[in-house]
């Protein structure tokens, strides 16, 4: 079947740090995959994406690069703000419509 | 932009009451879902919708209902709120091509 596992947190991190979120999915086929962001007392807003192997999806200083290989998916960003505190959930999905979510990651980051 | 707009951002109910959560997506979506999130469960789906009239069980259907009489609109029904149903309630639509759009949840309370 299809699911998404993705590393437990809290995650704290003092500013500038370096930050990786691990994920990595099992599906059927090759799905697309996404990263989202929850804000604090916020709905899930889409960070980035992939739709193919290799492939690269960055926004905000977030990358993350689809790994058939290894079916992960890791999210990474090279130095982290305060702003960047949130929990973020990575994502799959092989049809479009129904998405497979991981458990979310929160992340603090202090000053 | 495509706006998911949730009707309460917070709601306290009774245990035994009917609840109706509604939300509202502006960009002629087909496809529009509900998952309730909890701390370290992550998002389950509970219902979901590909057309008026159309609803599908998710994972967790028990205790819900949906009702979808026009596109844009898509509720969420507790027949009989129980604590246990006490969650962040989101809703999101897609196009099948962005990927979802999150409303900003309603955080429910049951008494």
């Known amino acids: 079947g299809n699911s998404v596992t993705q590393m437990e947190g809290p995650v704290t991190l003092s500013e500038e740090a370096f930050l990786t979120i691990n994920c990595t999915y099992t599906?059927?086929?090759?799905?697309?995959l996404f990263w989202y962001v929850q804000y604090p007392g916020e709905g899930l807003q889409l960070l980035l994406k992939a739709t193919k192997a290799d492939d690269k999806g960055s926004n905000k200083g977030f990358e993350a690069t689809y790994r058939k290989e290894t079916t992960s998916f890791h999210l990474e960003k090279g130095s982290v703000q305060v702003s960047d505190s949130a929990v973020y959930f990575c994502a799959q999905t092989n049809t479009g419509n129904q998405f497979y979510f991981g458990t979310g990651t929160s992340l603090t980051v202090i000053p | 932009d495509v706006k998911v707009t949730q009707s309460s951002r917070y709601l306290v109910k009774r245990t035994g009451e009917k609840v109706f959560l509604e939300c509202v997506q502006d960009m002629d979506h087909e496809n529009m879902f509900w998952y309730r999130q909890d701390p370290g469960l992550g998002l389950r789906l509970i219902y979901f919708?590909?057309?008026?009239?159309?609803?599908e069980k998710g994972d967790i259907p028990e205790g819900y209902s949906v009702s979808r009489e026009k596109k844009e609109r898509f509720s969420l029904i507790l027949e009989s709120a129980s604590t246990n149903q006490t969650s962040m309630y989101l809703c999101?639509?897609?196009?099948?091509?962005?990927?979802?759009?999150f409303g900003s949840g309603t955080r429910l309370t049951v008494v």
């Open positions: 919708s590909y057309d008026v009239k159309m609803k």
């Open positions: 599906a059927t086929g090759y799905p697309s």
């Open positions: 999101a639509s897609t196009d099948r091509v962005y990927g979802y759009t």
